[in-house]
C-alpha cells in the first residue's frame, strides 16, 4: 500500500542553524502540507502547496519557513535559523485531490531545537 | 476562528463499545474527520464523512453528525487492546485548499 514517507525520524539542530526536513509524498497526490504538533498540543496546519506553489500557510509560517519540491518526488520544509520553539514533531500529508480532502500522513520528523 | 475540541481521555474494556465526541465551530466545513495515532507513528485516516450526511458507518466504526449542534462522534464497537491510541477529530473548512483543523485529541485505554 503506497504511504508517504519522511526523513530523518529525528533531527537534533542548534539553535540558529538552518534545517530540511524532507518527505516523499504518494506518487500520484497532487497536493502536499506540512503539519506540526508541538509536544501536548494540537496537530496544527502550517502550509499546502499545490502545481508548484503554496496555496494556503498558516501564520505559524513566517519568513523564516519555505518550502520546495526540488524534483518530481521529493517535498522538502526548511526552518532558514531554527528557535527553541521550533522543537516540533513535523507531519507531512499528501492527497490526490482537494474534494474529500483524504489526506495522507507521513509517520514524522521529531526535531528537536537545543 | 475554527476551534476542534475533544475530551482527553476515555477508558474501556475490551468488548465494550467506545464513543469518542468531538464538537467543532466551523459551520461551512464540508467534510469531517477521524484520524488513528498509535505512539510514535503518525496520523491514520480512519473515515471521514461529508457534512450532508447524519451517519456513515464501516465496520466496525459508525460515525454521527449532528450538525445542528456542531457534533461529532465516533462508536467503536467491540473495541480491542489494538484500539488502544489517540483519536483526532478535525475538519476542513471552506478555504478552498483545505487545510484541516485538528482536535486536542482523546486517549483510548482499552484495558483486557
Known amino acids: 500500500e503506497p504511504e508517504v514517507t519522511q526523513t530523518p525520524s529525528h533531527q537534533v539542530t542548534q539553535m540558529g542553524q538552518e534545517v530540511i526536513l524532507r518527505c516523499v509524498p504518494i506518487?500520484?497526490?497532487?497536493?502536499f502540507y506540512w503539519y506540526r504538533q508541538i509536544l501536548g498540543q494540537k496537530v496544527e496546519f502550517l502550509v499546502s502547496f499545490y502545481n508548484n506553489e503554496i496555496s494556503e500557510k498558516s501564520e505559524i509560517f513566517d519568513d523564516q519557513f519555505s518550502v520546495e519540491r526540488p524534483d518530481g518526488s521529493n517535498f522538502t520544509l526548511k526552518i532558514r535559523s531554527t528557535k527553541l520553539e521550533d522543537s516540533a514533531m513535523y507531519f507531512c500529508?499528501?492527497?490526490?485531490?482537494?474534494?474529500?480532502?483524504?489526506?495522507?500522513f507521513g509517520p514524522g520528523t521529531r526535531l528537536t531545537v537545543l | 476562528g475554527e476551534d476542534v475540541e475533544q475530551s482527553l481521555f476515555l477508558s474501556v474494556r475490551e468488548g465494550d463499545s467506545s464513543v469518542i465526541n468531538c464538537t467543532y465551530t466551523?459551520?461551512?466545513?464540508?467534510?469531517l474527520y477521524w484520524y488513528k495515532q498509535e505512539p510514535g507513528a503518525g496520523l491514520q485516516l480512519l473515515t471521514y464523512i461529508f457534512s450532508n450526511m447524519d451517519m456513515k458507518q464501516d465496520q466496525r466504526l459508525t460515525v454521527l453528525l449532528n450538525k445542528k449542534d456542531k457534533h461529532l462522534s465516533l462508536r467503536i464497537a467491540d473495541t480491542q487492546t489494538g484500539d488502544s491510541a489517540i483519536y483526532f477529530c478535525?475538519?476542513?473548512?471552506?478555504?478552498?485548499?483545505?487545510?484541516?483543523?485538528f482536535g486536542t485529541g482523546t486517549r483510548l485505554l482499552v484495558s483486557p
Open positions: 466551523d459551520s461551512s466545513s464540508t467534510y
Open positions: 506518487s500520484n497526490h497532487l497536493y
Open positions: 478535525a475538519e476542513n473548512g471552506n478555504t478552498g485548499f483545505q487545510k484541516l483543523v
Open positions: 500529508a499528501s492527497s490526490v485531490e482537494p474534494g474529500t480532502n483524504e489526506q495522507f
